[in-house]
């Protein structure tokens, strides 16, 4: 799991037109004199910056407004993650400063949400912070809502409540402040996990896996096109095993393609795969569909057969290999993402060396990084303890960012003077940010409005993190240098 820090901060609302999408029983709510407000904080993956989203669409759809500011809020909402215990950390830490805040305003809504709840209570957590008020299990905004209509005087019906609650589930009122400017939005279509990797935590917060139902998903990402989404990335603990909880029903697969058909859809992606659920059919529309783009995120996690068996992966080094081979052979030109903890229980230095080779050899175009923590009630902590040093799991650590820093740097190196086609999404400090069907980062200056655009642009400069380049106008007489083959790539 790719893990990092989304502040999910809220900036003033803009003016929209609201696309043309069935009412609600929040639309007919009567509207506050004074609309009250929210805060969103996330931290962790995709999938919570999915559910984040969720979540302010149900407030706005209920009159409230976003706010930048805790201090200024009604209702606060904390969006856990604790796949790594800085994580935690860093969530019982803004937890605890909100304290003072609900001292002053009793009325002060806070709710506590994702895989720091988990799907199995709340108990030890409601004693250690009595002054929340809300517990949410991830993926689902219904107990804070549930509280907050709670002692309303307007009255629903049966039928407008089941539409609310189609609503939380199926199609997405983007927030104001995104509404016509987010470009690329993350759609859930596998809540929780059920391979249980001894070092993964997932299965015991967010639960068994779950399949949404196809036509749920369409929905959803209809309404984002009509909201000016142009990509959908489709997420997943193991995403490649959408639909094998469903008897007879439709795999990723076949889901790439409806959704890559809805109308203003651009372009698809999805993540994050699992080797051994990677299969032939999946490769093939990647392969043969223009909007599924040619990037796949795929874990190897561990470079030592004995390492991987120790973590339940079900594969081995050689397996992985394979499949990196595969998947160029059949993809051309794709781009290949991996993750990988160092340090777990019991890896030696030559065990270590196992991962750094294989790293190495296959020259992967990312790898997210990790240095292993225990997380309660794991496998991994409950049979394995933790035995590697923190020293050596750092140098370990640092020993593959260096490596990836050099391989990446000469595949990126590949792309000089080459003419990409990049999607733009917003600008940053004067400069439109965007990225390549590979989802390689590509900025340009130019004083046109490029947000949304599918622009050729030629690349001027390359890096390990990022690209530069031009649009074609601007690019001045004379040679670029030519790309480099990838089989010239060598690592010292």
């Known amino acids: 799991m790719n893990s ?33 407000k929210y805060h969103i904080w996330t ?17 706005e759809h209920m009159g409230y407004a976003p706010t930048r500011q805790p201090k200024e809020a009604d209702i ?45 209570g709340a108990e030890k957590l409601r004693a250690q912070f009595p002054y929340v008020d809300v517990f949410s299990p991830p993926s689902d905004p219904g107990p804070l809502v549930s509280f907050l209509t709670q002692d309303e005087t ?14 939380l589930d199926g199609d997405l009122i983007l927030p104001l402040h995104e509404r016509g400017k987010l470009i690329s939005a993350h759609v859930p279509v596998v809540y929780g996990c059920s391979h249980a990797c001894t070092f993964c935590i997932i299965p015991y917060r967010r639960g068994v896996e779950r399949s949404r139902p196809v036509g749920e998903i369409v929905a959803e990402v209809r309404s984002l096109a009509a909201q000016g989404v142009k990509e959908i990335t489709l997420l997943g603990q193991i995403v490649d095993r959408y639909g094998k909880d469903v008897p007879d029903g439709p795999n990723l697969a076949a889901l790439l393609r409806l959704v890559a058909e809805v109308e203003g859809v651009e372009r698809v992606r999805f993540l994050t795969s699992h080797p051994n659920w ?47 081979e595969k998947i160029r052979a059949r993809i051309p030109n794709v781009s290949i993402a991996t993750d990988i903890i160092v340090g777990f229980p019991g890896e030696t230095d030559a065990q270590f060396r196992q991962t750094y080779d294989l790293l190495a050899d296959l020259k992967l175009d990312v790898a997210h990084l990790a240095r292993y923590s225990e997380r309660p009630g794991t496998v991994a902590t409950r049979r394995l303890g933790d035995d590697v040093p923190e020293e050596a799991k750092w140098d370990r650590f640092r020993a593959l960012e260096e490596l990836q820093e050099q391989v990446v740097g000469v595949i990126n ?29 590509v900025f340009v200056e130019s004083d046109e409005n490029l947000r949304g655009e599918l622009r050729e642009v030629t690349v001027t400069w390359t890096g390990p993190w990022s690209m530069q380049g031009r649009l074609p106008m601007q690019i001045p007489n004379g040679q670029l240098p030519v790309s480099i083959p990838l089989e010239m790539i060598t690592v010292s």
């Open 43 to 59: 931290e962790g993956c995709q999938m919570n910056v999915a559910d984040s989203q969720r979540v302010a669409s149900a407030l």
């Open 76 to 120: 606060i909402v904390l969006n856990t993650c604790v796949v790594r215990q800085s994580a935690e950390d860093k969530a019982v830490g803004r937890l605890t400063s909100l304290s003072p805040l609900k001292k002053r305003n009793p009325n002060l809504v806070i709710n506590l949400m994702g895989c720091m709840v988990g799907v199995k």
């Open 154 to 167: 307007r009255t629903l019906t049966f039928a407008e409540l089941d539409q609310r609650n189609a609503q």
């Open 413 to 441: 190196a590949r792309y000089m003077g080459e003419t990409v086609e990049v999607l733009f999404e917003e600008k940053v400090r004067g400069r439109w940010k965007g990225r390549t069907p590979t989802n390689k980062l």
């Open 4 to 36: 990092y820090t989304y502040p999910h901060f809220f900036s003033p609302p803009q003016t929209f037109s609201k696309p043309n999408i069935p009412l609600t029983a929040y639309d007919i709510m009567p509207p506050m004199s004074q609309p009250k």
């Open 278 to 324: 990677m299969h032939d059919d999946l490769l093939d529309v990647v392969a043969e569909h223009p909007k599924v783009m040619p990037h796949i995120e795929v874990p190897v996690q561990a470079g030592d057969n004995e390492v991987l068996a120790n973590m339940q992966r079900g594969y081995t080094r050689e397996d992985y290999s394979r499949l990196v």
